[in-house]
């Protein structure tokens, strides 16, 4: 078997000490941005504290400004003016910060007196085995908008004093019921229902449910209603960990793809005077096909592109921003899947990315014969290994495993059809979309690196 060689051999201090900086940064992170509203809080503190401002109420842009452009809290842009301002096309790194996750439905409470319990009706969100949402500690995070224009933002199942929430699966001593289903169904999406309560209140109707009802009313002011007006979701509960008995990785919810979403933000904040125009971008609803008005298919990026065009230069036209977007580059930071050591038959193991060999290069997405993918033309790639190897970046190239085994797509092509070079590059990641995914250390340090250098270029 091939040894492919990682990250870590030959690592000088000053890189392990960056190293380590990427990943103690990136614990905290993920502690405190597990929803995409909660990663844009993170992300525009950061910005406002190193004096970014926002770009709507800018009066103009120079060489040098540095701005952010916040959209319904979900979604944002931020960027830094290039000495040559836009000459030579914008470089733009693109990641999304929503992960895979149950979302409660609109109705979501109701009473069960038959088990002495209320519960929760969820939806779930984006690609999930369903399976492993059960039996697993779960938080409930997101925002309530009640009619009087209030918004309670809720994250209840964080800290040490909260209590968390609980899908109890079914005990295998009575489980026959479940012994036919196939693996995925081993749960269904109507079987996902966490239990909320278990005291009840002084009603006769429905006395679980109404006790719930009073403590919401007590403790947040909220009626029933109100949780139709609201973002709410289960996530799952408690701090990304590192793993290993060396410590090489880390052990978290939302891998996917707040690893690219953080080391592309920590590259961009590091950068200094660079010489063309950057734009970090951080999309919401990629996991659910990137509709919406805060997904990538919305005209976020031409908004924001015409906006920077105007302040630039005092004037836009539309044939000004087409040709700006197509002499762009882009990067797709995206993760890949890393291949799993116990089911090397789903890889094509010649052409699948390794744990701590780095950021993983995919020129194609798609499925079967490279469907309803994007691919990157030969040349951006040429260009690509000439930054890393100019940049001393370890990076691998990779495919989404075996053809016909299955397949992805990113947000990509949303860039693509503006006829920009873009690319998917990110890192390895076991077990994407599970309530508890791993990332090597060594290939966030990598992916930092890598969006850094090609800010540089
Ligand atoms: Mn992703
Ligand atoms: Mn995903």
């Not at 370890?394 to 075996?402: A, E, I």
Request: charged share 25%; net charge negative.
């Amino acid at each position: 078997m091939t040894s492919f060689k990682t990250v870590w051999e030959g690592l000088a201090t000053s890189e392990e000490n960056e190293l380590k900086s990427i990943s103690d940064g990136y614990l905290r992170f993920l502690g405190l941005a597990k929803t995409e509203s909660e990663a844009v809080d993170f992300f525009v503190n950061e910005l406002t504290d190193r004096g970014f401002f926002d770009l709507e109420s800018a009066d103009r842009l120079v060489p040098g400004s540095k701005f952010y452009l916040n959209h319904i809290g979900r979604t944002l842009a931020a960027g830094i003016i290039g000495k040559n301002g836009v000459k030579n096309g914008l470089y733009i790194i693109a990641s999304h910060i929503d992960s895979p996750r149950l979302d409660l439905k609109p109705k979501p409470l109701y009473d069960d007196s038959e088990t002495n319990t209320s519960l929760l009706k969820t939806n779930y969100y984006g690609g999930v085995k369903k399976y492993q949402w059960v039996n697993h500690p779960l938080a409930l995070h997101g925002k309530i908008f009640t009619k009087e224009g209030n918004c309670i933002k809720l994250s209840i199942g964080e800290s040490d004093s909260d209590p968390i929430f609980i899908i109890p699966d079914l005990l295998p001593h009575l489980a026959k019921m479940q012994t036919d289903r196939k693996l995925f169904d081993g749960i269904n999406a109507e079987e996902l229902n966490p239990i909320f309560s278990s005291m009840p209140g002084d009603t006769k109707e429905d006395k679980f449910k109404n006790h719930v009802l009073k403590i919401l009313k007590e403790r947040y002011g909220i009626e029933e209603e109100d949780l139709a007006s609201a973002d709410l979701c289960l996530v799952p509960a408690g701090k990304a960990r590192e793993s290993g008995i060396d410590s090489s990785m880390i052990a978290g919810y939302g891998h996917d793809d707040k690893a690219s979403a953080y080391t592309s933000f920590r590259a961009f904040i590091d950068l200094n005077d660079p010489e063309d125009t950057v734009l970090v971008l951080f999309f919401d609803k990629e996991e659910i096909g990137s509709q919406g008005t805060s997904g990538s298919q919305s005209n976020f990026l031409e908004f924001v592109t015409s906006l920077i065009l105007h302040k630039l230069q005092g004037r836009y036209d539309h044939f000004e921003l087409t040709s700006l977007l197509r002499r762009s580059n882009v990067i797709s930071s995206d993760v890949n899947a890393a291949m799993d050591p116990s089911f090397k038959g789903a890889h094509d193991t010649y052409n699948a990315g390794r744990l701590g060999s780095g950021i993983i290069v995919t020129k194609y997405t798609g499925s079967g014969g490279k469907y309803g993918g994007s691919e990157a033309p030969a040349e951006f790639v040429a260009f690509l290994r000439v930054i890393f190897q100019k940049y001393n970046v370890r990076y691998q190239f990779g495919t989404l495993g075996k053809v016909d085994e299955g397949g992805g797509g990113t947000i990509a092509q949303d860039f693509a059809r503006f006829g920009m070079n873009v690319i998917d590059a990110g890192s390895p990641v076991l077990g994407m979309h599970a309530p508890f995914e791993l990332v090597s250390k060594a290939d966030l340090w990598s992916c930092y690196r890598a969006y850094l250098a090609f800010m540089k270029h």
